[in-house]
């Protein structure tokens, strides 16, 4: 089992093999997680629109802690793993959540997967792997 390096491959991975779940520094750093048909969705609204030159954030606005989805993504696999912490490294974004206000406003668009639905399937995806 490799590491990907992405949180959410890594924790589904340590989580469906029974491995521990690395979460560092405490896990109080925040992400948004935008599933891929969204994302895609977006993208395409974006290149065939009449927004030329514009620069707009597309992703999910909906925030929580890594420690928070480390203990989701292991209820939802029903693994026995042990989320083990380790130091955080320097470079480690504290937050992450984009401002989709010109997505929404300009291309009409916002994520509509919400995130239980999508970790559901990249979880089936990675137990098919």
């Known amino acids: ?5 992405r949180v ?10 029974n491995k521990p779940i ?25 290149m065939f629109s009449k927004t030329s030159g514009e620069v707009i954030n597309l992703g ?3 925030e929580m802690t890594i420690l928070d989805l480390a203990k989701l993504i292991k209820q939802m696999t029903d693994s026995k793993s042990e ?19 010109k997505a929404k406003k300009l291309l009409n668009w916002e994520p509509k997967v ?9 979880i089936e995806y990675f137990k098919s792997i």
């Open 1 to 5: 089992m490799a590491q990907d390096g």
């Open 8 to 17: 959410v491959p890594d924790f589904i991975n340590q989580a469906i093999h």
């Open 22 to 46: 690395t979460v560092y520094g405490e896990g109080k750093q925040t992400r948004s997680l935008c599933f891929i048909d969204d994302m895609v969705d977006g993208l395409k609204k974006a």
């Open 60 to 62: 999910n606005p909906n």
């Open 83 to 101: 989320i083990i912490f380790e130091k955080l490294p320097e470079d480690d974004p504290r937050k992450r959540r984009p401002d989709i206000s």
């Open 114 to 122: 919400d995130l239980r639905t999508g970790l559901e399937k990249t």
